[in-house]
Structures are given as structure tokens and as C-alpha cells.
């Protein structure tokens, strides 16, 4: 994989230096936050929050182009559309706990559907649409390096500062309950985090990409684990090699990254699995 | 019943139903320290929502139920709740020192790692259920009892006076659920213990009173349930329990 056909080009190339490290920083929360995400078995949460994401980011392109509110950040956009879609699932799992599926699907497909109408009402953008679904690595620049890194470490703070109570959440939350931790806070918190990982790894690998991105890792880590501290180092360490090694084989061929990410990623989830089964 | 001087459990009048299905009507019930009661009855009459209901997670339609004298939410740092382990995640990446450190939350620093005295805490609460050597397995590879008991650790971990749990025995093989019984008689020392069952075959030996669940519920205590009465009841196969005259679907008659 580090073969002279990426090395070259690496040590020539910002782009792709800064698309190596995005890999590898992006590979802090999603490690972190994707363990939480496999062992609470809220992947179709994240896909849900993913999804509305295109809402986020269609809106802050139409109102950037048409109205001319250059201030706005996609980044932004996209931060906005996820935490409502957190707190909107995260409110009615809380209440109507047997409706929850349904307004899963809802927020997914409603939030898609908001994103592509804004997009084609925005002239000339089109082009943007694939990068949002498909990711695109190597348009990361600094300013979003700095903002990964810092998502990076506010995830490691809190997980450390409250490790304890969201892992008795995630385990048995009636119990974490009588035991008198507010066991709601800690859902909203997760589903937060979730939010945030979903919008930085969208730049990597992508809208439709993102829940493989963020689970498989973990769930290969589970497999390969007994504890959540490991699970959760081993997630991230898989996570930054998988980004590289999709980032270093699909460049010689000019492949589109993500797509070779997931690839290996989901080849490596599907080994274990089998392995793990014997 | 209700002549028990601060009981540490009681109900007064006590209504529930789920979506105005009655489930438990009037119950009347107080548990003195120290005893060791079996909560016995059909199922889906109500053993579990007893339980509930005395841990604050569910309400009384009418009537009240206290724990030491307060309200359950109030009390709840003094009960140990153990649940049944198999809605647990059997993958779950967690030793069995972690779970039982779960039960320690509540006592110490909330923020950032156990410390060392939540550490020693859970190490002594294994080793009362025999586990010390288990300590750092997988709480995944367990066998059920180990994990019933690993679940018993956790609630002792927080220090509780009284002790509720909900169908141990399920799924146990009966020379476990023996050793398992005897655990509970040691522990019963110094905590008061509730424990919903599905069968009577242990009752016998161990429990100090039977609480039946119809409708309405019942308490007898161990001198009116001898060994020749428990024998008569349940004695030809003690796993199954006979619906007859003293705990019928339709209440209780006696």
C-alpha cells in the first residue's frame, strides 16, 4: 500500500497530506463514539442522523448561492440538521419508545429528500451533491483538519469524564436508573456525540457511507476485544489504517476513496465475523 | 399483616393496572426486616410488577407502597435491584468486574474512573458470591449462574439493605440453583431479600414466607406454609405450579 505510486505523490501533494491526516484524526471520534454506537445498537440512529446531514448542507448551499449568506458554513449546515435530528429521534425513543423505527425512517428519508429539493433549486451546484453522498477526502483543508482534531478531543474529554455512567447506560439503563444516574442526559449526550462524529466522518467517506464507517470498525474491535477501553482503542486504530490504506489504493487508480475505504472496511468486519463464528 | 413495626417493604390499598387493565388490586402486604420472602404467582399476575412498583419504576394506580418507610425512589440507594441477565447483550465488552463496578455508581466521584475504594468494594462483593477468580473474564463467556451471581455482586457492590430479585433461578440447572440458594441464605443474614420465582422447589429450605399474586395478593408466612404443606402443593413435580385453590388466575381465595 505504500508503494512508490502513493509516496510520491503524498510527499508532493498538501491535498492529499492533509487527506492522510484527516484519515487518522478523524479516526479519534469515530473509534470512541462508533464503540458506543455498536454496543447501545443505535446504527440506525446514526443512519438516520447521517442522512438528514444533506438537509443541513443543501439549505446552507441554497441560501449561500441564492441569497447570497456567504457567513454560513456548510460544516455548520450540517452540524444544525444532525443535532435536531439527534434530539428530535432521542426525544421520541425516550417517549414512544414502540414508534421509534418508524420515526428513524422518517428523519432519513425526510431529511434526504429536503437536501436534494434545496439542491436542485440552488443553480449550479449539482457536482456537490455526489461529493456530499459519496465524501471526498481530498478536499479536506486545514480549517477542517482543526475542527476534527478539536471534535477529537472534546470526544475524548467527556468519554473520559463520564465513561463510568455511559457505559452502565448502554449496558442496562433501568439499572444505571436506580442507581440514580439521569440515564436520559446520557442517551441525549451519546446521541450528540453521534451527531457531530456522523458530520466530520461525512466528509470523508460521505452521507451514505458514514454508518459503515462508524460501526464496522468498532464492531471488528468488538470481536477482536473483552473490555470497552480496548475495544474502543483497537476501533480507532482500525479506522485510521482503513482511511490510509483506502486513501493509498484508490489513488494510483484513481478510484473514489470512501467507496475503497468501505470496501476494506467491510471486508475486515465480515473476516472477523466469520473467524469470530468459528 | 400489616401489624410489622417499620416494615421494609409495604403496600396500603395498593391499585395497578397498565391502561386500566387491573393487574394487582388492594394489596396489603409488610415485610420486616430481615425476612426472606418468595413472590409466587401465574404468569403475568403481577410478580414482576410488585417489583416494579417497590423500586419506583412503576406507580400505584391507588393506594402506596414504601420502602423504609418513603417513598421507592427516595429508598433507592438502599435496595439492590438484580434483574434477569438474558436481556442482556450477550457481546457486550464488559469483564465481570466492570459490571459489578456499575453497582457502585451513586457512592463515589461521579466524574472520571472508579477509584480505588469503588475497586475494592467490587472485588469484596465477587468474592461474597464466590467469583474472585472470574473477576477479569469476559462477562460474555460466564455461565448463566456465574452471571446471575456476577448480577448479584453489582447490587451488593452498592451496599444495599434489602435485596430484590427477579426470577434468579430462571434457566439454571438445579444443582446451580442449589448453591445459588445457599448464597442467598448466607446473604439473607444481614439483608432482608424479596425474590420473585417461577416455581416453589426451593421453598422449603431458605424462604421465610411465600407472597401469592392473583389478582389479589396473599402472604403466608412460613409457619402456615410447612414442609407437609409446601409437599402437598407442589410435591409430585416441584418445578411446576399448580394453579389450585390457593393461587388461581382468578385471585385468591384464600
Known sequence: MLTPAFLGPLAAHAFLQYALLGGILVAIPCGLVGSYVVIRRISYIAGAISHSVLAGLGLVQ???????????????????????????????????????????????????????????????YAADLMSYLFGNILMLTPRDLILIGALGVAVVTVVTLFHKQLLAV???????????????????????L????VVVLVSVVGIIMVIAL????????????????????????LCAGLTAAGLALSYGPDLPAGAVTILLTGALYFATALIKKR | MNTVTNPVLACHNLDFGYDGRPVLKDVNLAIPAGDFVSVVGP????????LKLALGLLHPTAGEVTVFGEKPERARHRIGYVPQHAHLDPLFPVSALD?????????????????????????????????????????????????????????????????????PTAGLDAHVEEGFFRLLEELNRRLTIVMVSHDLGFVAGVVKSVI???????????????????????????????????????????
Open chain 1, 214 to 237: 462508524l460501526t464496522l470498525p468498532a464492531a471488528t474491535a468488538n470481536h477482536l476485544t473483552r473490555r470497552l477501553s480496548h475495544m474502543m482503542i483497537v476501533a480507532a486504530l
Open chain 1, 62 to 124: 441554497y441560501l449561500r448561492v441564492v441569497h447570497g449568506v456567504t457567513w454560513l458554513s456548510p460544516l455548520g449546515g450540517a452540524a444544525v440538521a444532525a443535532l435536531v435530528s439527534a434530539l428530535v429521534i432521542g426525544w421520541v425513543s425516550l417517549k414512544l419508545k414502540q414508534r421509534e423505527d418508524t420515526v428513524i425512517g422518517a428523519v432519513w428519508a425526510v431529511g434526504m429528500a429536503a437536501g436534494i429539493v434545496l439542491i436542485s433549486l440552488t443553480p449550479g
Open chain 2, 99 to 167: 459490571v459489578v463496578l456499575m453497582g457502585r455508581l451513586g457512592l463515589g466521584a461521579p466524574l472520571g474512573p472508579w477509584r480505588g475504594r469503588d475497586r475494592d468494594a467490587a472485588r469484596v462483593a465477587l468474592a461474597e458470591v464466590g467469583l474472585s477468580e472470574h473477576a477479569d473474564r469476559h462477562f460474555a463467556a460466564l455461565s448463566g449462574g456465574q452471571k446471575q451471581r456476577t448480577l448479584i455482586a453489582r447490587s451488593l457492590a452498592g451496599e444495599p439493605e434489602l435485596l430484590l430479585l427477579d426470577e
Open chain 1, 170 to 192: 448502554c449496558f442496562d439503563d433501568e439499572f444505571a436508573s436506580l442507581r440514580g444516574v439521569r440515564t436520559a442526559r446520557y442517551h441525549f449526550l451519546l446521541l450528540g
Open chain 2, 212 to 254: 401469592c399474586v392473583g389478582q389479589k395478593v396473599v402472604v403466608h408466612p412460613t409457619s402456615a406454609i410447612t414442609g407437609q404443606v409446601i409437599a402437598d402443593l407442589y410435591g409430585a413435580d416441584m418445578r411446576m405450579i399448580r394453579h389450585d385453590h390457593r393461587c388461581s388466575e382468578e385471585g385468591h381465595q384464600c
Open chain 2, 43 to 50: 404468569n403475568g399476575s403481577g410478580k414482576t410488577t410488585l
Open chain 1, 194 to 197: 453521534t451527531a457531530l462524529t
